[in-house]
């Protein structure tokens, strides 16, 4: 059997009729998110640290940043190639409908999010090869909800959507808990 090029799969991105900004917005954006990102990282570090390291207050913000300054950097590298290349112009807008019923469903998705994990509460005390742990209603929650964002996001097979979720929920969940020794809400 034969497939022809139509056949293909390809990934052309989030979405495919987005494209990109105009490289000088990009730049513009860049500018500002690494500025940014230098702000929060200089005011984590200025922040008294009372315990270890691991309980820093400024360790979150300060990882967070850095994180968003490396995006930042490589948003204008990506920008300062399409210049070079002669993309001037943005492509013409997408489906703003679409775009906004996205938007709002996104929003109601974090409030129901939130609310949830304050009507909800229960903790469940176990221990893996010594190490005690506890689930909370953090982790099926945050599950739920980021299934949701994802699915609303991007079209894939569900079951990447659950992997995903699943491994971002108890990654957050035993960073907080082990590392930053934070306890996680719905446990209250």
């Known amino acids: 059997?034969?497939?022809s090029q139509k056949d293909q799969i390809t990934f052309e991105g989030e979405e495919a009729e987005a494209g990109h900004a105009a490289p000088?917005?990009?730049l513009i954006?860049?500018?500002f998110l690494i500025a940014l990102s230098v702000i929060v990282m200089i005011a984590s570090i200025m922040l008294p640290v009372p315990g270890g390291l691991r309980t820093a207050p400024g360790l979150l913000p300060f990882l967070t940043a850095a994180s968003l300054g490396v995006m930042a950097i490589l948003l204008a590298i990506s920008a300062l190639n399409r210049r070079r290349a002669g993309a001037l112009t943005a492509p013409a807008d997408a489906d703003e409908r679409s775009e906004n019923r996205r938007i709002a469903l996104l929003a109601f998705t974090?409030?129901?999010y939130i609310a949830a994990l304050q009507v909800?509460?229960?903790q469940l005390f176990?221990?893996?090869a010594g190490v005690s742990f506890v689930l909370s209603a953090f982790e099926p929650v945050t599950t739920i909800a980021l299934a949701s964002i994802i699915h609303v996001s991007w079209r894939g097979p569900l079951w990447i959507t659950a992997?995903?979720?699943v491994g971002w929920a108890l990654a957050l969940s035993v960073v907080f808990q082990k590392v930053f020794l934070i306890p996680l809400p719905g446990g209250f």
């Open 110 to 112: 974090i409030a129901l």
């Open 163 to 165: 992997l995903i979720s």
């Open 24 to 26: 000088t917005l990009d």
């Open 120 to 122: 909800l509460s229960f």
């Open 126 to 128: 176990f221990s893996v």
């Open 29 to 31: 954006a860049s500018g």
């Open 1 to 3: 059997m034969t497939h």
